[in-house]
């Protein structure tokens, strides 16, 4: 079954860097692309960008060009999200999540697995 | 970006009842619109995709319709394992955006 396991909460001061892993199993990994989502305490979900396990393209949402970076490790099926100068509006659950859709760019994403999401506190 | 309109945004009904809950785009998305549930603690769990396409192992009770910018997510007798809360996403327009959610509550 298709499963994403994500890192543990972290807790960051302002300006500090926070990279959150998550190992997929269950599933073709190279095939499909990956997305970030986060969620703010009380709000709807926010897609941050997506990245394409097996040629590394990446795309990101216009909010967090220059701060955020995906990667990926084929040979652990591992997707990882580094954002760099945190503040505290960047406290939020992170999660990584599998695009359903086998044939096309990434662009029209339908989320049918989520990891378990990540707390991310940043806080002086 | 396309906004995404939820209303209303906290219901209070008793298992058993019906519901409809809202989604309103601030353009048109076609029929490109999901629908996921969330409980505390867990991530959001696809439901509905593209309208009116149950997402494996989701009850009938759960249906989906609409076109354009107006869309709605049916529960038709609600379970107490349904008191959550539902947010719609659009997938038509990049970048995918997402409503701020009902909470449907107990009674």
């Known amino acids: 079954q298709v499963q994403l396991v994500q890192s543990g909460a972290e807790v960051k001061m302002p300006g500090a860097s926070v990279k959150v892993s998550c190992k997929a199993s269950?599933?073709?990994?190279?095939?499909?692309?990956m997305h970030w989502v986060r969620q703010a305490p009380g709000q709807g979900p926010e897609w941050m960008g997506m990245m394409h396990p097996r040629s590394g393209s990446t795309s990101y949402a216009q909010k967090f060009q220059g701060r955020v970076t995906m990667t990926s490790d084929t040979s652990t099926t591992t997707v990882y999200l580094e954002l760099i100068s945190l503040t505290s509006d960047d406290t939020a659950v992170y999660y990584c999540?599998?695009?359903?859709?086998?044939?096309?760019?990434?662009?029209?994403?339908?989320?049918?697995?989520w990891g378990q999401g990540t707390l991310v506190t940043v806080s002086s | 970006e396309i906004a995404l309109t939820q209303s209303p945004a906290t219901l209070s009904l008793s298992p058993g009842e019906g519901v409809i809950l809202s989604c309103r785009a601030s353009?048109?998305?076609?029929?490109?619109l999901a629908w996921y549930q969330q409980k505390p603690g867990q991530p959001p769990r696809l439901l509905i995709y593209d309208t009116s396409n149950r997402a494996t192992g989701v009850p009938d009770r759960f249906s989906g319709s609409g076109s354009g910018t107006d869309f709605t997510l049916t529960i038709s007798s609600l379970e107490p394992e349904d008191f959550a809360l539902y947010y719609c996403q659009q997938r038509d327009t990049p970048p995918a955006t997402f409503g701020q959610g009902t909470r449907l509550e107990i009674k």
């Open positions: 999540a599998k695009d359903q859709v086998v044939r096309g760019d990434g662009t029209r994403p339908i989320f049918d697995y």
């Open positions: 269950g599933f073709a990994f190279t095939s499909y692309y």
């Open positions: 353009q048109g998305v076609s029929r490109w």
